[in-house]
Nanobody, 120 residues
């Protein structure tokens, strides 16, 4: 059973910084990519950032230049460093893991989310 656990959310003032963590527990055959999504109240879940198996990174335009995604392959851990935070970044942040098995099947794993609130 794969378990994805986010941590690091909290209350931050505008302009502040915070780092989110995502840890994957349980046996995973191979992690294809890891990503962050977020969902604000009454909004659809949206893509934030992704890091793929070759460590290429992708960002939503709204966070480009402010957020940095990184991962530790050995420990199946991923981080999202968030700088220059804005009230519009307030949301529940979810970790998404794509597992590939023998290049035949892929499985999507989601965490329960961690709340980020940016407010003065």
């Amino acid at each position: 059973q794969v378990q994805v656990v986010e941590s690091g959310g909290g209350l931050v003032q505008p302009g502040g910084s915070l780092r989110l963590s995502c840890a994957v527990f349980g046996y995973v055959f191979r992690i294809n990519s890891m990503a962050w999504y977020r969902q604000a109240p009454d909004m659809q879940r949206e893509f934030v950032a992704r890091i793929d198996s070759g460590d290429s990174t992708y960002y939503a335009d709204s966070v480009k230049g402010r957020f940095t995604i990184s991962r530790d392959r050995t420990n199946n851990t991923m981080w999202l460093q968030m700088n220059s935070l804005e009230p519009g970044d307030t949301a529940v942040y979810y970790c998404h893991v794509v597992e590939s098995v023998l290049a035949i099947n892929t499985y999507n794993h989601w965490g329960q989310g961690t709340q980020l609130t940016v407010s003065s």
